[in-house]
């Protein structure tokens, strides 16, 4: 059996565990544990607990019980005022249930990593979430502009982001791995990078000490799922290479072998909404004659929906996501393909 | 298999319930929804949702599943300050995991009921417990100086209450039945009342449109297991007799045919720390030959919990509980051998 490791967090994750979990491999999801806002930063700071929100979300993508429950895991407490929006309430208000299920085994347990074994069983859950790191870990972001802002949830809401852009970004303190994540890249066929928040979800992966090392040294196929629009401030004008090079900046070598990306750009309708929203070129795009070397091979492929999506409140995945996004049983698909490396060619649709 | 139907909540109902499940019953447990302190109190009043606290208690002495989720449903947030006494936090501090999963689940499923329901599925219980009212329960709670109090929280801590007495309980305004909870006392082939607190759990599901009706309409042998210790201002001086007249005064006739109590008083080291605590006479007492003809039978039995046990800050049920108790296996062992009417008289120590 295919030993798969993911590495990334938030609802990209969700979407890829969500395909993967339909096939006979053996799956490990390793989350990055920055996120510190919302319900998981109040969590955080309240009970002292790592954070539980992107460990949920791959735990209800891998779960194989009932609807009810993993409708249960993600019910967010509505805050007092009658909305539900995060951070909202300082009281229960805005709480995810998952994320306080997920806190309190961790009490209990001692540890997030047996918290998260204990969840995991109560959910039958297929394959394993592995925290990359059990130590606290806090984002710094350091700007164009020499300032450093401390805090993951600063990302997407700040304006000298915005403004400056980001240089780099890295922990502080520096953290040491998980010895289980590390074991489990080690031994990984496959190890896939993404998709994923760049700064937010998939880097603060390959900070933690050991973790980019152990990719690199391991015998593993890396794949990494780029990115399908730019942020503003963070990653401002990126094409399919610079997000590869970026990645091989932060593992420390190109060690990349696929980069797989969409076939197909989105509808211009879909287009015409997203630049209105986040500006004009911040849809991804892949020059395919550069003139420069690739130490990659670029994969393009049919991964994303094309289906628009409503906003809905009862479906908060959605809602957090962007509407141009990866199709979660395409994604998959194109990751088998290429983790039996056979007939891939003709299956996807290029390979450059 | 009999068909037993328990009525109260709180600690009374999990001791009650946790040895009942070891006999091969049709177990339901009719529970009260007058709770209105602590994190089922904040519950209700952030979320509009029903009092979770005596049904996670019923749930979890039902349950089949592991000790971890076990604990797991009882485990409390500690408050910000570290300590984890009710209420006395804002925040999440203070509240019950199990609370939290049953106002969630709730909400999810739109019914106080089928929330339970679910959760019964995830805690593997046996039996079935049913909230005696959807609808929202205040209780009254009438002084002989004529004051009225709101709210059930306010039995044990109120100044007025210990001064003057309670007079009466009744519910503002007046609520429906659960007809589950009227169906299943019907179909009953025993009715247990009890044990549990006396104005607080037991009496409140009796103040529910049709319930005592239900009671004394049914062919159940009706059960009652008598207080052990009285509560300053509330039953204050009660003997064995003076209980049952109550409890057949608001059933509105003399249906009980069982009263049972101890056949051994306490040690005397328990009674003297008990009674250093609530006051001389706190601990109830039986007269055999009182000259007044009783309409039921006094039942002694050996049904109490000799040992003492130890405050613990893990153990929130033992902390919750009177020290003066009964004991679990024991008094499901009485209620069998009454249920099943036979060989009692040599099993049990005495019927008056």
């Given amino acids: ?51 539980p929100g992107d460990v949920r979300q791959c735990l209800v993508a891998l779960s194989d019980s009932s609807e ?27 709480h995810n249930f998952g994320n306080l299920l997920l806190s309190a085994l961790e009490k209990i347990n001692g540890s997030f990593t047996e918290g998260i074994k204990e969840a995991a069983r109560i959910l ?13 870990m806090n984002l710094a972001i350091k700007l164009r502009n020499d300032k450093v802002i401390i805090g993951e949830q600063y990302l997407d809401h700040n304006k000298d982001i915005r403004k400056y852009g980001v240089d780099r970004v890295f922990l502080r303190p520096k953290i040491k791995a998980n010895p289980l994540a590390l074991e489990k890249i080690k031994k990984a066929d496959v190890v896939i990078l993404g998709p994923g928040d760049h700064y937010g979800s998939i880097i603060p992966n390959l900070l933690v000490q050991g973790v980019a090392k152990a990719i690199c040294n391991s015998r593993a196929l890396v794949v990494y799922n780029c990115n399908l629009t730019n942020k503003k401030g963070q990653t401002e004008g990126f094409d399919v290479d610079k997000y590869a090079q970026e990645m091989n900046k932060y593992l420390g070598r190109d060690r990349i072998d696929f980069v797989v990306f969409p076939m197909n750009r989105p509808s211009k309708k879909l287009i015409v909404k997203y630049e209105k929203k986040e500006g004009k070129n911040s849809i991804v795009k892949f020059t395919k004659n550069t003139g420069i070397k690739r130490s990659y091979r670029v994969v393009l492929a ?32 194109t990751m088998m393909l290429l983790s039996e490396r056979k007939e891939y060619r003709r299956m996807i649709k290029e390979i450059v």
């Fill in 124 to 136: 039958n859950i297929k394959g394993m979430v592995v925290p990359v790191s059990e130590q606290e």
């Fill in 1 to 51: 059996m295919k030993k798969i490791v993911t590495i990334g967090g938030g609802t990209g994750s969700f979407t890829l565990l969500s395909g993967l979990k339909n096939y006979n491999v053996d799956l490990t999801a390793i989350v990055s544990m920055a996120d510190d806002g919302g319900s998981t930063g109040r969590l955080r700071d309240e009970l002292g607990v790592l954070p």
């Fill in 68 to 94: 009810k429950l993993r409708e249960l895991m993600n019910y967010r407490f509505p805050a007092q005022g009658g909305s539900a929006l995060d951070g909202e309430n300082n009281g229960l208000g805005g």
């Fill in 302 to 333: 049919n991964i994303t929906n094309r289906k628009e999506i409503k906003k809905n409140k009862n479906d908060l995945i959605a809602n957090t996501r962007s509407f141009i996004r990866h199709d979660s049983k395409k994604l998959a698909k």
